[in-house]
């Protein structure tokens, strides 16, 4: 059981969280009052978005709390500059073992903060903190109003560089695009910097993507280099499907580390076609996701120290006013013992604007 002190300490962060957000908020709103209507009206709008959530977890009998906020702010600047940031901020009760109750911890930190400039069509330039282009967990998936379960691949720890963000340059854009195919790159320099808030190794590394309308097929690979010693390179691939015929999503991702390497296959299903995807068995969404790594030498990439297999079973609710219920279950298989995983989630997703125009 929680003291009256931690539930004391976790009342107070959770506060501080959300007052985080509404500083977040209250910013591009005070702003607003020091610009003329006019102006206003012809200037776009700074949004807010991001997630709020609670989640479980329950491994090997023990069960950890918790609650998270992950704020998002997009704020155009002209035509062709967009400042754009997403921050973690969360409290984890788990137990401390032996019978002694729950103990808690906290984190806050910077996914990123970057400035872009669509130069053209065909390159935007990024600058700052920003999500290592590898595979696509990490730019895609990470946001907890968009994964289906609630944790990543195993193999994550492979080509994002420890923290999964880059603190320097990026250039990115589409290569071409017609109505056959469309392809898009990406490449990066980063710096190392030991903030723990906005950590970062230095690396370098770019991902090249090829994408086909018509089969609404896409292929893609990455490559990072990490030039801290020692000196490693990684290789990554993914293919993602999704079918025009039924709702069905398949995503698939293969990584080779200096250590490691693994993939991990995820499909989800929405019941959409029972009465449309507002009907009561329209909104559930089966998942599944199998995956593997495989260990080559020993090393700290974050990867599971032996082979290991895991199966996720999930099933995820699509509720009114952008809430959604995540549940799923797993089992993970490895030489150091077999466990079993049970999660759940409840999340909320909101967007709206900094402040009111036309």
């Not at 710096?191 to 097929?217: D, H, I, K, M, W």
Request: aromatic letters at 12%; charged letters at 15%.
């Amino acid at each position: 059981m929680l003291s009256p002190l931690s539930t004391h300490r976790f009342l107070g962060r959770v506060f501080a969280m959300m007052l985080a957000l509404g500083a977040i908020c209250l910013v591009p709103s005070l702003n607003a009052q020091d610009t003329p209507p006019q102006n206003t009206a012809a200037r776009d709008i700074p949004l807010i978005s991001g997630g709020l959530a609670f989640f479980t977890s329950t491994n090997g009998g023990n069960t950890t709390y918790t609650p998270t906020l992950t704020p998002l702010t997009a704020i155009p600047v002209g035509p062709h500059v967009l400042f754009e940031s997403r921050a973690t901020l969360l409290e984890s009760f788990f137990p401390q073992g032996g019978g002694k109750g729950y103990t808690t911890a906290h984190f806050v930190g910077l996914s990123y903060a970057q400035i872009d400039y669509i130069f053209s069509p065909h390159i935007t330039l990024v600058g700052g903190h920003f999500l290592i282009p590898f595979g696509t967990y990490n730019e895609r998936l990470t946001p907890i109003w968009i994964m289906n379960l609630q944790d990543g691949p195993l193999l994550y720890g492979i080509g994002t560089m420890g923290s999964g963000s880059g603190t320097g340059g990026m250039v990115r854009g589409s290569i071409m695009a017609n109505d056959r195919i469309s392809l898009n790159y990406a490449a990066y320099v980063s710096a190392g910097t030991s903030n723990e808030q906005v950590s970062s190794s230095r690396s370098t590394g770019g991902q090249l993507n090829a994408f086909l309308p018509n089969a609404r097929l896409e292929i893609g690979a990455s490559y990072g280099r990490l030039l801290e010693h020692p000196q490693s390179n990684a290789i990554g691939t993914h293919v993602w499907w999704t079918p025009g015929a039924f709702p069905l999503q398949l995503r698939s991702e293969y990584a080779h580390g200096p250590h490691s390497q693994g993939y991990w296959v995820e499909t989800a299903y929405r019941l959409s076609q029972f009465n449309g995807d507002q009907s009561t068995i329209g909104r559930l969404e089966p998942v599944f996701r199998i995956q593997q790594t495989f260990r080559n030498s020993p090393g700290s990439d974050g990867l599971p120290a032996t082979d290991t297999q895991r199966i996720d079973f999930g099933l995820d609710y699509h509720l009114p006013h952008e809430v959604r219920i995540n549940t799923s279950y797993a089992r993970r298989f490895s030489s150091t013992g077999d466990s079993n995983i049970w999660e759940t989630a409840l999340i909320y997703r909101f967007l709206f604007p900094a402040w009111r125009g036309k």
